[in-house]
Each structure stands twice: as C-alpha cells, then as structure tokens.
C-alpha cells in the first residue's frame, strides 16, 4: 500500500552530479520527515541525509557541503542532489520515510562513481 520508488541512479565519473528522486504513494506527504540512506558492498546502512516536514534539513559530514536534500510536497517527492561525486560514494541509495507506526522503504536505487 505504502509505496517509495526511487530513481536517477546511474553511472558517473568523479566529480560529477547526480540527482536522486524518491516518489512516494503516501497520502499527507507533507507531514512526514525523510530521508536518503546508502549501503554499500560490505557496509552497514547509514544515513546521508534527511528533511523534516518542516523543510530542516540534516546532512551526514561524509556529504555536507556537495549533497542537498529538498523536497516538493506538490509532487509527494523528495530529491537529493549529489554534486563533486567520489567513488566512496558509489552505494544504493535508499529513501525512507518515518511512519507514525514504522518506517518504509523504497527498493534502492544504485548510484556508482568511477573513473
């Protein structure tokens, strides 16, 4: 019912840009805060970045100052921009959403950085 699809992930060299979406199904998106998590081969799940329902937004240091997560309510959609790419960045990039009674997942999407 409660449905994430993320896109936009693809292939880049580095220093190069990408831009993630996430479209959610949820109704009242406006109200939920989100945010964009990685994986990569090997590692835990770990949090990028994230906006509450009121626009704050919180970046993990690995990306602050290159990533922006935004968010248009219009679109139930919540974006985040990966500029000056590295190849410690390449990882599926997952969004989630924090339920009133769990969090939900979208299936990832995979984001790869090299040369």
Same mark, same amino acid.
């Given at each position: 019912?409660?449905?994430?699809?993320?896109?936009?992930?693809?292939?880049?060299?580095?220093?190069?840009?990408?831009? %993630?979406?996430?479209?959610?199904?949820?109704? +009242? $998106?406006? +109200?939920?805060?989100?945010?964009?998590?990685?994986?990569?081969?090997?590692?835990?799940?770990? %949090?990028?970045?994230? +906006?509450?329902?009121?626009?704050?937004?919180?970046?993990?240091? $690995?990306?602050?100052?290159? $990533?922006?997560?935004?968010?248009?309510?219009?679109?139930?959609?919540?974006?985040?921009?990966?500029?000056? %790419?590295?190849?410690?960045?390449?990882?599926?990039?997952?969004?989630?959403?924090?339920? $009133? %009674?769990?969090?939900?997942?979208?299936?990832?999407?995979?984001?790869?950085?090299?040369?």
């Amino acid at each position: 019912q409660v449905q994430l699809v993320e896109s936009g992930g693809g292939l880049v060299q580095p220093g190069g840009s990408l831009r %993630l979406s996430c479209a959610a199904s949820i109704t +009242i $998106f406006s +109200i939920y805060s989100m945010g964009w998590y990685r994986q990569a081969p090997g590692k835990q799940r770990e %949090l990028v970045a994230s +906006i509450t329902s009121g626009g704050i937004s919180h970046y993990e240091d $690995f990306v602050r100052g290159r $990533f922006t997560i935004s968010r248009d309510n219009a679109k139930n959609t919540v974006y985040l921009q990966m500029n000056s %790419l590295k190849p410690e960045d390449t990882a599926v990039y997952y969004c989630k959403c924090s339920g $009133f %009674l769990q969090d939900y997942w979208g299936q990832g999407t995979q984001v790869t950085v090299s040369s």
